[in-house]
């Protein structure tokens, strides 16, 4: 069983429409972050989060310790927001990382 | 400023060679932690330095190793390349410990022939 699980695996929306992305995990963690991946490889960090909301732009993201669950939001997206996200966290046992196996994400106009 | 560089951006190697693999953090981070991703296994956590010392260390062979230097630039080695080892391996540095901030590079593609 893996550490970290993400809903969905994959995604399509149209532009304008409100994205969820879900993510579980098993382990007892001191962060989770939520990670973007555009074709070609390049990671950007979007958020780390150890409790309650963040928001960045047309981003949000909320996690819930006790449920061991985190949300991504991205409110109007856009076509320039398909890429992967995934979400991994950093355990509170020796900052080990471990990682979902990512949404990938495609907005069509 | 700067963000993370890691080079080279490809490298193609033969099975059974040895490659090494370069990560400059961004100035003043001194926690830098290397990843690799294949399409079958995504990314998995390799090991990370900080203060020149190995820190963690993900379930990777004794193939695979790193050193962190004085200037928090970290190399990462594999030896006796194998197919499998084909991957992008990408380092991120962090300020501290906490993982406060980490930036990824852009990574490395290798590929073993």
């Known amino acids: 069983k893996n550490e970290v699980e993400q809903s969905p695996q994959n995604l399509t929306a149209q532009e304008g429409e409100f994205i969820t992305i879900n993510c579980s995990y098993s382990?007892?963690?001191?962060?989770l972050h939520w990670l973007q991946q555009h074709p070609g490889g390049g990671i950007v960090s979007l958020f780390m989060?150890?409790?309650g909301k963040k928001k960045h732009g047309r981003l949000i993201a909320t996690i819930n310790i006790q449920e061991k669950h985190s949300s991504l939001h991205i409110t109007a997206s856009h076509p320039r927001d398909s890429a992967v996200y995934i979400c991994?966290?950093?355990?509170?046992?020796?900052?080990?990382?471990?990682f979902g196996t990512g949404t990938s994400l495609t907005v069509i106009p | 400023k700067a963000g993370v560089t890691q080079t080279p951006r490809y490298l193609i190697k033969t099975r059974g060679q040895q490659v090494t693999l370069s990560c400059s953090p961004i100035?003043?981070?001194?926690?830098v932690s290397w990843y690799q991703q294949t399409p079958g296994q995504g990314l998995q956590f390799l090991f990370e330095?900080?203060?020149?010392?190995?820190?963690n260390k993900g379930n990777f062979p004794g193939r695979f190793s790193g050193r962190q230097f004085s200037n928090s630039r970290s190399e990462m080695n594999v030896s006796t390349l194998e197919l499998g080892d084909s991957a992008l391996y990408l380092c991120?540095?962090?300020?501290?410990?906490?993982?406060?901030?980490?930036?990824f590079g852009s990574g490395t593609r290798l590929t073993v022939v």
């Open positions: 991120a540095s962090s300020p501290n410990r906490q993982g406060d901030g980490y930036t």
């Open positions: 382990v007892g963690i001191s962060a």
């Open positions: 989060l150890s409790s």
């Open positions: 991994a966290v950093s355990s509170n046992t020796g900052n080990q990382f471990y």
């Open positions: 100035s003043g981070h001194r926690s």
């Open positions: 330095y900080f203060s020149e010392t190995q820190r």
